[in-house]
């Protein structure tokens, strides 16, 4: 119970840490430039202190549970042999850890609420709901598919910038055909994604499998996952943009 | 007692939102490795920490970091702040500086502390043999989220189409992976996706969709987005750039006579 409580204090040192930049830099701009009261100032450190309160537990629950069976997972399959469960887990690992993402899903929510806004949707809460999953859903397919492909990348031994530049020629034929009112946001989406939770396991998975394998370095052919991660979705939002 | 009942609404939905991930987790591991979870009390405790740990930070989001980037575009646009009151006619860009320089400061701060960033910057030091230090990879990469967003804003305010910029930085990228050390590539686009973290994100949306509203002339679904892709495009290049300097400076202390391709020569 010690140690629970240490590496919670540490946990929460450590989001204290990523926040305070934040801080010193509003505080600064208040202050100094715009010299102006920021009203409702009871509700903002409110949801400041759930911020940090939520952002601790939130990465201690990863490391006491997700991470440790996620990572042993990715191990397992990567030393297992069978490329088709190695895809299978690749595609599930890469959906299941976008889908809990909190960044996403804060965004498709606020997106939702700007496409009511401006009329680009029904203005219903129901409606809204959908938007905001189906663009969580679309975004979560298209990192699986990432990870599976990167995944596909390791085991021939493809040089990434290939993946890399056809990503980008995909993403600039989309741009083409797609509605203009989702280009800002699938371009958004591809940096949403890799945050706290996809980015430890699936680099874990990479790692592993680069490991595994002869002739691959893991420091070499185990990065780059992520780097599809946040290409596929532009284009998948894009996609998914022109159909609706 | 309405923040305690707006608590439990978030956590019933988040709920919902946790379930897929553990579902996976589970379906392999006991039906498709057949295997027991080791640790199972301690698992399960994690499970409810990310659940609790999740409501409360989107409830704070809610709260504190999508008003608190608002509320700042709004005041930083506010005529009466950015133009002297005997100014006439509308502001053009050169009006925005304080936007600007808070924009630069916002993406260098949140990315410098970014501890995800000092995990990959710790593996760079040893990918590249030394070249590349960790303090430095860390200010290139804050360096280039900074440039990315104060870009990013530059373009809100003067309301040009985003493909432009992000294809134009298409086009610098694979150029610099043609000339930059093979060992480095991977690294630099995973740096990328890596620096846009769980708090950098909703504040820095929030901020565009905030400008997007108050610049006269924008539209929030077609100006607003856009920030954080620019933020995630720009570090690939400080870091390939970064990358090339070490690369370079290390050439010209071995005194190398020859003028080959860097990555050849690389032992």
Redesign the interface.
């Known amino acids: 119970m010690n140690t629970l409580l240490g590496q919670m204090a540490t946990s929460l040192l450590?989001s204290l840490?990523?926040?305070?930049?934040?801080f010193?830099?509003?505080g600064?701009?208040q202050l100094l430039?715009?010299r102006?009261p920021?009203?409702?100032v009871l509700?903002?450190?409110?949801?400041?202190?759930?911020?940090?309160?939520?952002?601790?537990?939130?990465?201690?629950?990863?490391?006491?549970?997700?991470f440790?069976?996620?990572e042993?997972?990715a191990l397992?399959?990567a030393a297992k042999g069978s490329v088709t469960?190695l895809f299978l887990?690749a595609f599930?690992?890469g959906?299941?850890?976008t889908?809990?993402e909190?960044?996403l899903?804060?965004?498709a929510d606020?997106?939702a609420r700007?496409?009511a806004?401006?009329g680009?949707i029904e203005d219903k809460e129901v409606v809204r709901r959908d938007y905001a999953n189906g663009l969580r859903y679309t975004v979560?397919l298209s990192v699986g598919f990432a990870v599976m492909l990167g995944v596909l990348r390791i085991l021939r031994g493809w040089p990434?910038?290939n993946l890399?530049?056809l990503g980008?020629l995909g993403?600039?034929i989309m741009?083409v055909f797609a509605p203009?009112?989702i280009?800002?946001?699938a371009?958004?989406s591809?940096?949403?994604?890799?945050?706290?939770?996809t980015?430890p396991l699936v680099t874990a998975l990479g790692v592993g499998l680069a490991s595994c394998i002869e002739g691959r370095n893991p420091?070499?052919?185990g990065?780059?996952?992520?780097?599809l991660?946040?290409l596929t979705p532009?284009i998948f939002v894009m996609a998914y943009g022109t159909l609706m | 007692m309405e923040r305690l009942h707006s608590l439990w609404q978030t956590l019933l939905a988040t709920s919902v939102d946790v379930l897929p991930i553990a579902a996976v987790l589970l379906t392999f591991q006991l039906l498709v490795l057949r295997r027991r979870i080791a640790n199972l009390p301690q698992v399960l405790m994690g499970f409810l920490f990310v659940l609790i740990g999740l409501t409360f930070f989107l409830e704070g989001l809610e709260k504190a970091l999508f008003p608190l980037g608002k509320l700042m575009a709004q005041q930083l646009t506010d005529p009466d702040f950015i133009a002297p009151p005997d100014h006439l006619g509308s502001p053009t860009w050169q009006h925005y500086s304080w936007v600007y320089l808070f924009a630069f400061a916002i993406g260098f701060a949140t990315t410098i502390a970014e501890p995800s960033l000092l995990a990959v910057a710790m593996k760079a030091r040893q990918v590249s043999g030394g070249s590349i230090q960790p303090w430095g990879l860390r200010v290139a990469v804050a360096l280039g989220v900074a440039i990315g967003i104060t870009l990013g804003v530059f373009r809100i305010v003067t309301g040009t189409p985003l493909h432009y910029y992000i294809i134009a930085g298409y086009v610098v990228v694979l150029t610099q992976t043609w000339f930059a050390p093979r060992s480095i590539i991977a690294l630099a686009y995973d740096s990328g996706g890596v620096t846009t973290s769980t708090v950098t994100v909703p504040l820095v949306a929030a901020l565009g969709l905030g400008l997007a509203s108050h610049i006269p002339g924008r539209n929030p679904m077609l100006d607003g987005f856009g920030l954080i892709a620019f933020a995630s495009l720009f570090p690939i290049m400080t870091v390939l750039g970064y990358a090339q300097l070490g690369e370079f400076s290390r050439h010209r202390l071995e005194r190398l006579p020859q003028e080959d391709n860097p990555d050849e020569s690389d032992p």
């Not at chain 1, 840490?17 to 934040?22: A, G, K």
């Not at chain 1, 400041?48 to 990465?59: A, I, K």
């Not at chain 1, 990065?223 to 780097?227: E, K, S, V």
Request: aromatic share 10%; no cysteine.
């Open positions: 450590d840490r990523d926040l305070t930049p934040i010193l830099v509003i600064v701009f430039v715009l102006q920021l009203p409702d509700n903002l450190a409110w949801g400041m202190l759930l911020v940090l309160l939520g952002l601790s537990l939130f990465v201690q629950g990863l490391k006491l549970g997700l440790p069976i996620g042993s997972l397992s399959f469960w887990f599930a690992l959906f299941g850890t889908v809990a909190p960044a899903i804060a965004i606020e997106t700007v496409a806004t401006g680009w979560a990434l910038q890399i530049i980008y993403v600039v741009t203009k009112e280009v800002g946001i371009y958004d591809g940096g949403v994604t890799t945050s706290t939770i980015v420091m070499t052919d990065f780059g996952l992520i780097a991660a946040s532009m």
